[in-house]
């Protein structure tokens, strides 16, 4: 019976990529790398399910063959993989770590970390720190169904934050949280990111929104006063202020001052209706999103529902009226 020929070019080419793109990639791949030549996401791969695919087509002869695309080159051809061993073992698992570090600093951002917009879709949030290493901020959700599984009986939400270190080993252990108010303050407390001094000072909160974030490098640009938001030394976003005391917060520079004027023009704006939201609250009153984010954590509401005025109010303790007393008092609350 004749073998049938495996054509790895046309195997390849069938998956919308070539062969030479696979065999320019690195051992072991990050996900963004994987992604620039090939997009696995539309094969509905997962990033370890497409470098398993990649490993196994890319051998020398057969998919069913050993070795994988750097094991052919020349280069690397005097590494092979045992198993056993405890130093090998060892050295095999600081590159998994490595590569999932590499993985979760790709999707790293400071400034999502803090709005903490998550749900059943967005399960993971990475603050990228300082030294090289992170902390990722996991959701978790077990769900117990009825017998025929039409609906479900019980849902449980958790959360968990993890400290990984540059070299992508993790740094103590994982810390169980839950989303209330001042959670950023208790996670980076736990994992020994912060000093309880930062989160005791409440001074400057319009420009600080949060008590886990600090103001560094102001300057003056004419009569507005810029500078950084930082959250464990780490960038999180510009703020921009005024005289009066009033503060946007933007991505850059020249979107917070912008953001500013707006605000400023539009805070004699009257309240009006008897509904609110974060939309609402921006096209009339020109907040910013950071602060409007930081508000529905505060408060225990979303960000994306509308509520009455007197439920706003419900919500309102004497901790959240101190932190955002000038918005507050802007939309008459």
Known sequence: MKQ?????????LSNGTTVQAIKSLPR????????????????GLTIDEARKLIER??????????????????????????????????????????QKLADYLADASAAIWMEGLMDWQNTRLVLPLTDGGCVVTERHEATTWSKNRHWPTSRNVSY??????????????????????????????????????????RRDMARRLNPTCEIRRE????EYVLAHRCVADVFVD?????????????ADAKSAIAGLRRKAA??????????????????????????????????????NEEYTVGEVRDRLTGEVRHRFAKDLETAGL
Request: positive net charge.
């Open 57 to 98: 087509h890319t051998a020398e002869t057969n998919p069913h063959g050993t070795g994988g695309w750097l094991r052919g080159r020349r280069k690397d051809r005097g590494h092979i993989e045992h198993d056993g061993g405890r130093y090998l073992t060892m050295m095999q698992k600081r590159r998994q770590g490595q």
């Open 266 to 303: 539009l805070k004699s704006a009257r309240p009006t209706g008897n509904v609110l939201s974060a939309s609402i609250a921006h096209q009339k009153w020109g907040f910013c999103r950071q602060g409007l984010a930081e508000f529905a954590q505060a408060t225990g509401l979303s960000i």
């Open 238 to 250: 510009v703020v921009a202020s005024d005289s009066e005391g009033t503060a946007f917060h933007a």
């Open 4 to 12: 049938e020929t495996y054509d790895r070019k046309q195997f390849w």
């Open 160 to 201: 968990f934050s993890t400290r990984f270190a540059a070299s992508g080993d993790t740094v103590g252990n994982s810390f169980p949280h839950d989303r209330r108010n001042g959670w950023h303050g208790r996670v980076l407390l736990a994992l020994g990111l912060i000093d309880k001094s930062v989160l005791a000072d």
């Open 219 to 222: 300057h003056r640009v004419g």
């Open 28 to 43: 072991n791949p990050s996900a963004k790398s994987v992604k620039a030549v090939w997009d696995y996401k539309a094969k």
